[in-house]
């Protein structure tokens, strides 16, 4: 089956500590995955996406993630943690086309970020 | 940039009645999605659309209903909103490619009371 887990429901870092949010899929064909962002009361925002090529991808907000094939990781980082990051953060995973071209993606659960001063 | 506008940020229904909620994208996508986002359980498809007048069930399809009569705008309806419909509903569109994002509207907060 497919599936997207998140295994951090919740995390706090310290304003200018490092950041790993973790990101684990189960797909049976070669996937294409993102990173979204979403603020209080806000729609999700593409922070990144990674479809080939080089495992490591750059995105919006100085944040990256590394596709992990062996482990089957998508994980995103952030060097140095602002206040604004403070958000939650969805990973999503993707493939082939069915029907009429829709690329069906499959949510995980989210992380919730809380940065302290 | 892809702009996905949803016509409403909060709404506040009684229950029995008939909603519509609706979305319009800018950017000629052929594909429309809507999902609904509740704590916990992230992001689930309602519908989705990948043509005018086309439309397939999603995950959840249950006590929804969709509408799209023009490629720009997709519109969710709930047919006799039941309080269990309370929930954030997010629009979203993409290109016929199916390595391209989705790309989301701000979201509508539907209260069924």
């Known amino acids: 089956a497919q599936s997207v887990t998140q295994p951090d429901i919740h995390i706090t870092v310290s304003e200018g500590a490092s950041l790993e949010l973790r990101c684990n899929y189960s797909?049976?064909?070669?996937?294409?995955l993102f990173w979204y962002v979403q603020s209080p009361g806000q729609g999700l925002q593409l922070l990144l996406k990674?479809?080939?090529?080089?495992?490591l991808v750059q995105g919006i907000k100085g944040f990256e993630a590394e596709f992990k094939r062996s482990q089957s990781s998508f994980n995103l980082r952030k060097p140095s943690v602002h206040w604004s990051d403070a958000a939650e953060y969805f990973c999503?995973?993707?493939?082939?086309?069915?029907?009429?071209?829709?690329?069906?993606?499959?949510f995980g659960a989210g992380t919730r970020l809380a940065v302290h001063p | 940039d892809v702009k996905v506008t949803q016509s409403s940020r909060y709404l506040v229904k009684r229950t029995g009645e008939k909603v519509f909620l609706e979305c319009v994208q800018d950017?000629?996508?052929?594909?429309m999605f809507w999902y609904r986002q509740d704590p916990g359980l992230g992001l689930r498809l309602i519908y989705f659309?990948?043509?005018?007048?086309?439309?397939e069930k999603g995950d959840i399809p249950e006590g929804y209903s969709v509408s799209r009569e023009k490629k720009e705008r997709f519109s969710l309806i709930l047919e006799s909103a039941s309080t269990n419909q309370t929930s954030m509903y997010l629009c979203?569109?993409?290109?016929?490619?199916?390595?391209?994002?989705?790309?989301f509207g701000d979201g509508t907060r539907l209260s069924i009371l």
């Open positions: 990674y479809f080939s090529g080089d495992t």
């Open positions: 797909y049976g064909a070669t996937p294409y």
């Open positions: 659309s990948y043509d005018v007048k086309m439309k």
């Open positions: 950017m000629d996508h052929e594909n």
């Open positions: 999503a995973v993707g493939g082939r086309k069915i029907s009429g071209g829709y690329n069906k993606l499959i």
């Open positions: 979203a569109s993409s290109s016929g490619f199916s390595n391209q994002p989705q790309h």
